[in-house]
């Protein structure tokens, strides 16, 4: 025993790094997303400095085995729904999983996404006395309220989440205002040690140097034209319904804007067709920090963002950033190196915006301290921190005192009443995963159903009825895939209809009877029937312990 143990009864020596054997949960190590982007940085790190790493994360059908060496493959279901992508969930470890992961015998256990193979994950360390902990990345609970079942889905959903989280002895969070939130509004913190840790930035990669006016010439970006940038997943809870508005307020204006779109999501098709939006897809690396540094301003009105990576790089990158206060005011500075919003305030964002783009000299101010705060998160600094915390995790796994205090709390062991209902694997197994493998048959039937009413709408000759009532003067059809949020008011096409006329065409072509549904997929319906009682089940139980 080390001179270090003397006393205690457990050796309290830290690990070097070419002594971890990490394992890391994660959902999707194939699909690009903030989350996989941390973790491949983390992983790269962690394996310069010795140590050995391995992945436990569902894989897409078609992945290359090559590509699976030090991956664990665990049993997924691909989320069947449009522009899910790759996305799949993790339903638990089986007994081949379970045997793989006993072969590599890791001594810490890193946990980043809250999912069913997370949740047996964690019973798998406690019966095998293994060192575990977990990092925040995403605030699920937030995503709802834009897809309008934050009503429905929040309170149990926000049950489920503590229950996961309260189970890791140590939780790392993003930022202060995270960690406030999470102690303060949510009330976690009644077993797991909640901590920081923030993210980094390759300072090489992400650099003023890379402004490239050939990059710009390409876009049709001339020298005097201020570029407005996004740099994220086109999705409702991003709010590219405020970004999108502001770029048309300012072009209204006359003023010289530009505006280049990286990533890819549900409103992608739409915004690449309108004039003076220049889409990329997704980039990465050098193209990725070319991009930054040949832009203007990122205007970034999220609200639920756990770090702001994305604000990071355009900031690294000496690119002057408009965002949210909350989420991304511990990087921006209001008036130094960028500007800050409230919340969705369509008209703070746009005044903002308009302030940058008029004044050249304040963006070049704010360009050299934004480089200048960036250096703070350098990457290699805050990967580092992350080994420094497996190694806390693991001398204070060694302390039976420890690991006694956190298990014989309810939450800690995960032993109340209502984690014995949602966050329990065997439990949500038995309910959910019926559920999700019918997924792909409602899909099917939505699609096959919008396939029997346009043929329908075709027999009864609905697009002549259509046409007599005078419904060319709908919006268009990109108009409605929008959305209201997208489409000021007045730049609103008349609607000549009347409410009579538009109520009874629609009815009539939207009503006509569709004679193939199967009985496979009425039970469908009954599948998603059944998951709705238990979603009511689950909040049920949140405002019953």
């Known amino acids: 025993m080390s001179t270090s143990s003397l006393g205690k009864g457990y050796s309290t020596d830290r690990p070097a ?29 962690l394996r310069s400095r010795g140590a050995t790493v391995k992945i436990v994360s569902t894989v897409p059908d078609n992945i290359d085995p090559n590509l699976l060496k030090d991956v664990i493959v665990v049993p997924g279901i691909k989320i069947p729904f449009e522009h899910a992508g790759d996305y799949s969930f993790g339903v638990g470890l089986d007994e081949e999983t379970i045997a793989l992961l006993e072969e590599f015998n890791p001594n810490i256990v890193h946990f980043t996404v809250p999912d069913f193979v997370g949740l047996e994950g964690v019973k798998w360390c406690q019966r095998n006395n293994i060192a575990y902990m977990g990092t925040w990345h995403s605030n699920y609970c937030d995503y709802l309220k834009y897809y309008f079942v934050e009503w429905l889905l929040g309170p149990g959903f926000h049950r489920y989440l503590k229950g996961f989280f309260e189970q890791l002895p140590t939780v790392y969070v ?36 890379r402004r490239s006016q050939a990059f710009r010439a390409s876009k049709g970006i ?58 990329c897809g997704w980039l990465s690396g050098t193209a990725l920090g070319e991009a930054y540094a040949s832009s203007d301003i990122l205007l970034f009105p999220s609200d639920v963002e756990t770090f702001g990576n994305v604000t990071l790089e355009a900031l690294a990158s000496g690119c002057p950033s408009v965002v949210e206060q909350k989420c991304g005011g511990h990087l921006v500075e209001n008036g130094v190196n960028g500007l800050t919003c409230p919340a969705g305030d369509f008209e703070a ?50 302390d039976p005192a420890f690991m006694k205090r956190h298990l014989s709390n ?17 439990m949500i197994k038995i309910l959910a995963e019926p559920f999700l493998n019918t997924t792909r048959g409602v899909q099917d039937m939505v699609e096959n159903t919008t396939e029997c009413v346009t043929v329908t709408r075709s027999r009864l000759s609905c697009t002549d009825f259509l046409s ?14 929008m959305g209201s949020l997208l489409s000021p008011k007045r730049n609103r096409k008349p609607h000549n209809v009347t409410v009579c006329q538009k109520a009874t065409s629609y009815l009539s072509c939207l009503c006509a009877p569709c004679t193939n549904m199967s009985t496979a997929r009425i039970r469908n319906i009954v599948a998603v029937c059944c998951a709705i009682a238990i979603v009511f089940t689950f909040i049920y139980a949140s405002f019953t312990v």
Request: aromatic share 10%; glycine share 6%; with cysteine.
């Open 17 to 45: 790094d070419s002594e971890l054997r990490i394992l890391i949960f994660t959902a999707t190590y194939f699909v690009l997303d903030g989350v996989t982007l941390t973790i491949r940085r983390l992983e790269s790190h």
């Open 174 to 209: 993003p930022t202060p205002y995270m960690l406030k939130k999470m102690r303060d509004e949510w009330g976690y913190g009644t077993a797991t040690e909640l901590k920081e840790w923030g993210r980094g930035v390759d300072m090489q990669i992400f650099s003023p140097e």
């Open 222 to 279: 001339n020298e005097t034209d201020v570029v407005v940038l996004w740099v994220s997943r086109i999705v409702p809870e991003k709010r590219p319904d405020i970004w999108l508005s502001v770029v048309k307020r300012l072009q209204d204006e006359g003023l010289p804007v530009k505006s280049l779109v990286v990533g890819s999501g549900t409103f992608e098709k739409y915004l690449s067709t309108l004039k003076d939006v220049h889409c």
């Open 468 to 481: 007599s009532a005078n419904l060319s003067a709908l919006p268009e059809e990109g108009d409605l895939e």
């Open 410 to 426: 309810p939450e800690g062991a995960g032993r109340n009443v209502l984690s014995v209902l949602c966050c329990n694997y065997y």
């Open 349 to 398: 964002f746009y005044q903002a915006t308009r302030k940058l783009v008029l004044d050249a000299r304040l963006r070049n101010q704010m360009s050299i301290t934004a480089r200048e705060k960036a250096w703070r998160y350098e990457r290699n600094i805050i990967l580092q921190q992350m080994a420094e915390n497996y190694k806390d995790a693991i001398v204070k796994h060694r």
